[in-house]
Structure formats: C-alpha cells, structure tokens
C-alpha cells in the first residue's frame, strides 16, 4: 500500500495541463463493443479505472492494446462471453457501461448489479428501466442483472422519460438505442460534456443522434456500426481540480489545453468569491492571492456545480473569509471527506445535505486517510496549504481518476512525494 507524504504550506503556482477525461473515456471503451471493427482511442488516460475497464472489456473476449503514448485499440470482433463479473463490477460501477452495447449488437447481457458505495445505495433503476422501454426482458438473478432483447434480437425504438437526470443511464441506454429499430426519444436526458462527446463517439460510428446538450436526445437506430476513431478531450473535473488549487493554496494556477466552457458554474463561484482570473481559449488562470470570500455552493447536474467537485471547493471554503455553505443534491451522503478536513483544522459542521464551513486561514498538517476519488484530491490540495506534514493514506482511490498527480503538483512547486506505507 502506498501513500503521500505532503510538506506545507506551498502556495501552488504555475501552469499545467490536465489529462484525458475518465468519464468520457469509459463509456467510449464501451462503445467499441457496438461494433465488430478495430476502434482506436488517442489520449486515454492511464487511471485504475480505464485499466478495470480493459479487463472488463477482456474478460468478454475484446482484443485491446492501450500503450504509453494513451493510444488504444480495442477490437470486439468476437466476444465470447456477454457477461461482466461481480469481481470487476463491484470495483468500478461503471463496468455496468457494458449492458447498452451487449443489449443493442448481441441482443443479451448479464451484467453483476453494481453494489453501494461509500455515498448511499447509488441504484441502477433508470439504466434497468430504460433498457425495458426498449424492449427487453430483466431479471436479476443471484446477483446479475440477465437482459435479453424480444424475439428475433433486436431492441425496439421508445420514448423514455428519466425520473432524475443520470449520467449513467443516459449513455448506457443511449448506447442501446443506437442499433435498436425505429426511433428513441429520452426526455429529462443528462446534458453532461461526457454525454456529447459520447454521442460525437458513436456518431462517427455511424450512429443517428440529434439534441444531445439539451434535456431530450432523439436516436434513429441503425442496422450497423463501424468501429470508432477519436481523441478522449481533457477532463474536466481535473482541470477544476487544479484550479481549485489557487484559492486552497493562495497561489495562481494556469491550465492549458481545456475546455474553458466546462467551467463555467466553478468560475461562476470564484467569480463571487471575488477571486481575479483569466480565461482564453483553452486556457484558464485562476489567482488565489487575495483569498476566497464565503460563498454558497449547490451542486446539481451539469451545466450546474458539479458533484465531482464539492469537496475540493469545501477544501476552499475551509480556508476562505466567512462563512459557507455546501448543499448536496446529487448524493445526499457525500461527505466523507468532511471528518479527513476536520483532522487537518478545517471548521465543518454537517446539517443533514448541507455544511457549514467557518473559513480559518490556518490548517495544520496531520495523518489522514482518503475514502474516494474526490476526497483524496481536497485532501492533497488542503495538506498543500496546512503547515507542516502531512501523511495521506489509501491513495489507490486517487490512482482510479488522476494520472501521476504527485509530479503535476510537483510542477506547480508541490512538496509531495509517494511511498510505501511503513507496515
Ligand atoms: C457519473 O456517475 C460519474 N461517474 C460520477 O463521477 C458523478 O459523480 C455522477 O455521474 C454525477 O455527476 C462516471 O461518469 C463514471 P448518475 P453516475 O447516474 O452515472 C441517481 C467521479 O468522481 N440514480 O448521474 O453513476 C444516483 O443515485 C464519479 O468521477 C438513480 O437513482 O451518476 C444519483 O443520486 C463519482 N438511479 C443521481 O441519480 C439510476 O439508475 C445521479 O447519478 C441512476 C442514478
């Protein structure tokens, strides 16, 4: 088991790059199972995750390759299983991506039901509902959920209403629809950036899609499709998270080469929080020297304050002037990073689906231990800040979403450093 080891406090600064998106990339691995040609991804990043993925991907008998450079190819000309296992399922939920494809080109899939996570129970209702609208028959049986297409294989174009926007079902019932009959029209759809560039995905595979971005999305199934060909964009969660190193630290942070669009309810907040920036083409600078005023932060779906993000800005508020306010709308329990902030000075106080945070400008370096993807990253930015030195545990969840953050925050003048843990 590894773990960081993080001097403070460093005011981050300089400029860095973020790398390919991790919840854009894992939907289009799955989406080369759609066809039976060799698909070929630029620019994939070399998470735990996209890795799960391949074996996922693997285990169904797909050939891939995925090098250094992050180029990937993945050939899903003959599968011989339709099944994706409990082992890899319960270690990444997004593994249940694989049910769209298998449903829409083989017509069956049998997929593990992903379990809970730290956050709550986390279902999968609207991906089981949607596949149903289309058409087929689910079971769940001693643990798996067992999809089959109506007589003959192929799904039937519907009109499929969300209860609640899902990121999830949106693409893996989009996925689905691409080769079933007629039309499908889903209403309250996700208008997440993965969303699009999924849809961008599978309509260079000659897929029919129309209205992605917006709340309903129409799909004209088609008989076939050809493999994919595509570079994954920057991720998006990333590139805030290096932003929200500016005002956690008090330093000034460019990042290049992002999508300064998908930014826009996080530079929203630093705008109110009276922080001074610079936005280009595809590039963003954020100056956290003044500080961060108290700010009052609502996640909700995209184009919203994303979920992804909570944490690294409560980190931001722990040191900001004032008093601020988190409110929780997606996962109404996702706050476990809030007791790993407190252990390091932070003044959290939970209220149901809302913090508090009392802004203090002192942070004080202490043994923490991260709980998921997002957590970690508060965590490294905040022990950045604290003084003196912090040790950061578990940081295989880190591993799962960030590529090598330990050198990109050493290029912005972090002192951190991995190793093992002492047993
Ligand atoms: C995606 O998860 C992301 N994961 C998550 O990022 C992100 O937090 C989430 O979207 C919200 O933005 C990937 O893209 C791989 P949802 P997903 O379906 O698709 C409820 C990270 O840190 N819901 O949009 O699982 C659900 O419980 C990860 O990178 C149902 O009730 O999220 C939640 O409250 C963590 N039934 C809400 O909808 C369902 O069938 C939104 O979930 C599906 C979802």
């Not at 083989?106 to 379990?115: D, H, I, N, T, Y």
């Not at 643990?143 to 079902?169: C, M, N």
């Not at 929780?328 to 809302?354: Q, S």
């Not at 942070?363 to 003196?388: E, F, N």
Request: net charge negative; proline share 5%.
């Amino acid at each position: 088991m590894e773990r960081f080891l993080i001097e403070g406090p460093v005011a981050l600064s300089g400029e860095v790059r973020a790398g390919g998106s991790k919840n854009t990339a894992l939907p289009l691995m799955c989406a080369a199972l759609l066809s039976e040609g060799t698909s070929v991804l630029g620019n994939v990043p070399l998470l735990r995750d996209t890795r799960t993925m391949l074996r996922v991907l693997e285990t169904l008998g797909a050939k891939s390759e995925l090098n250094s450079d992050h180029r990937l190819t993945i050939n899903a000309g003959e599968l011989a299983e339709l099944e994706a296992p409990y082992d890899l399922v319960k270690t990444m939920r997004a593994s249940v991506y694989v049910m769209g494809p298998l449903l829409g080109r083989f017509g069956r899939a049998r997929v593990s039901l992903p379990g809970g996570c730290a956050w709550g129970p986390r279902p999968v209702d609207l991906h089981l509902m949607g596949m149903e609208r289309l058409g087929a028959t689910v079971e769940l049986d001693h643990g798996y959920i067992d999809a089959k297409a109506p007589p003959g294989g192929r799904l039937r174009g519907a009109e499929i209403t969300f209860r609640i926007s899902s990121v999830g079902a949106t693409a893996n019932v989009m996925m689905a629809a691409v080769l079933a009959e007629g039309r499908t029209v889903l209403e309250n759809a996700a208008r997440e950036p993965d969303i699009r560039y999924l849809a961008e995905g599978l309509c260079r595979m000659g897929a029919k899609i129309e209205g992605v971005g917006s709340s309903t999305i129409i799909i004209d199934g088609v008989e076939s499709l050809g493999p994919l060909e595509m570079d994954i964009p920057p991720d998006r969660i990333e590139v805030g998270t290096f932003l929200a190193a500016a005002p956690i630290t008090g330093g000034r942070v460019r990042v290049v080469d992002c999508v300064p669009e998908e930014q826009g309810a996080l530079l929203e907040l630093f705008r109110q929080g009276g922080l001074e920036m610079e936005v280009g083409e595809d590039w963003i600078e954020v100056d956290g020297h003044g500080g961060l005023s108290a700010l009052e932060v609502v996640t909700a779906p995209y184009p919203g304050f994303p979920t992804d993000m909570q944490a690294q800005i409560m980190a931001a508020c722990a040191v900001a002037e004032g008093v601020s306010t988190l409110t929780e709308t997606i996962y109404l329990d996702r706050f476990t990073h809030v007791a790993e902030l407190r252990r390091l000075g932070a003044k959290i106080r939970l209220d149901g689906n809302v913090a508090v945070v009392t802004g203090s400008r002192h942070l004080d370096g202490a043994p923490v231990m991260a709980t998921d993807l997002r957590c970690s990253a508060a965590l490294i930015l905040a022990a950045c800040r604290a003084k003196g030195e912090t040790t950061l545990s578990r940081i295989y969840h880190i591993d799962r979403g960030y590529e090598r953050i330990e050198e990109k925050l050493t290029q912005l003048g972090a002192k951190i450093r991995r190793e093992e843990e002492p047993s």
